[in-house]
C-alpha cells in the first residue's frame, strides 16, 4: 500500500473462492437431478452455441435462469439462497479464502464481484466471512413479487465488474487496488488492479 492510501481487496466467486461453478450448482441444488438434465438437454443448442463463442455469455444465463426460476416467488428464492450457504462452505477454495481473510484482518474493504446472482453470493460472503459487501447480477422482481426471469442488472462479468466497482468505489487514485480471479471474466479488473492475482 502507498501512503496515505487505503487497501481494497475484490474477489471474484465462482472459482475463485469456490472450486466449482455455482449457477449449475445451485440449480442441481433447488430443482433436483432430473429437474437439472431435462433444462440442461432443453437448452443444449444455445450451451452448444455458448461454447462455440456465438452466443453471448448473459444471454445463455439468464435463458437458463428463466427456465428454472421465472414466476418463483422471490422469498422463496431468497431462502434457498441463504440455504444454499451451506452448500457453498462445502466447495471453498480455502487458499483464497485465506486470503480474502487476511486482508479482512489487516483492516481492508473486501468486495466480492461476481457475474452470479446476488442473492446466493451474499448469504455466505458477507454473513460468513464478513466481507464489506457484495456486487453481482441482480434479479428482476414484478409487483407480485415474483420472478420476472430477467436480469435487473448487466451481467456483471468483464468490464462490468470494473464498472461496478467505480460505482461505490469512485475515487480512484486514493485506494490501492488489490483483485482475485480465475478467468477471462475477471480480466478487466485484473488489469485495473494495481496488484492482480489469477487463482490457479
Known sequence: MLEGKKNIAVFDFDGTITNKDTLLYFILFTKGYWAFMVG????????????????????????????????????EFQRWGEIFADEVEK????????????????????????????????????????????????????PGGKLTGRFLTKNCYGPEKVNRLLEIEPDRKNYFLYAYGDSRGDKEILEFADRGIMIR
Open 40 to 75: 440442461f438437454l432443453l437448452h443444449s443448442p444455445l450451451l452448444i452455441a455458448f461454447k462455440l463463442r456465438l452466443y453471448p455469455n448473459w444471454k445463455v444465463k439468464q435463458a437458463l435462469f428463466s427456465y428454472f426460476f421465472g414466476g418463483m416467488d422471490y422469498k
Open 91 to 142: 466447495i471453498e477454495r480455502e487458499s483464497t479464502v485465506d486470503k480474502l481473510k487476511n486482508h479482512l484482518k489487516n483492516g481492508d474493504k473486501v468486495y466480492v464481484i461476481s457475474a452470479s446472482i446476488d442473492d446466493w453470493v451474499r448469504p455466505f460472503c458477507c454473513s460468513r466471512l464478513g466481507v464489506t459487501a457484495t456486487i453481482g447480477t441482480k434479479v428482476e422482481v414484478d
